[in-house]
């Protein structure tokens, strides 16, 4: 079992940023992937990052060159830092975990997210 607790979520003005933070404990494998996914109001479930412990990270087209995805391997921690922040990046954010560096996108445990609400 592993368990997953996010935090940094919050509202922000248009072009503004936030980090999110997740935490992972339990039986954490050597070799895993962490990553995001958000849900958006009248949206499906969306991927948005990920990373492995060797620091590979991929995105959706929507966020790159915007938020950036990172990781303690010592903490078991993931962050995801968000900048220029457009309102159709509202959405509840979901951290996840998965034991392996393989099918990145797999979640196999799920964080219980945070909110993050872009507005004027």
């Known amino acids: 079992q592993v368990q997953l607790v996010e935090s940094g979520g919050g509202l922000v003005q248009p072009g503004g940023s936030l980090r999110l933070s997740c935490a992972a404990s339990?039986?954490?494998?050597?070799?895993?992937?962490m990553g995001w996914y958000r849900q958006g109001p009248g949206k499906q479930r969306e991927w948005v990052a990920s990373i492995t412990t060797a620091g590979s990270t991929n995105y959706v087209d929507s966020v790159k060159g915007r938020f950036t995805i990172s990781r303690d391997n010592a903490k078991n921690t993931v962050y995801l830092q968000m900048n220029s922040l457009k309102p159709e990046d509202t959405a509840g954010y979901y951290c996840?975990?998965?034991?392996?560096?393989?099918?990145?996108?797999?979640?196999?445990?799920w964080g219980q997210g945070t909110q993050v609400t872009v507005s004027a």
């Open positions: 996840y975990y998965r034991g392996s560096i393989y099918f990145p996108r797999q979640a196999d445990y």
């Open positions: 339990g039986s954490i494998s050597s070799r895993n992937t």
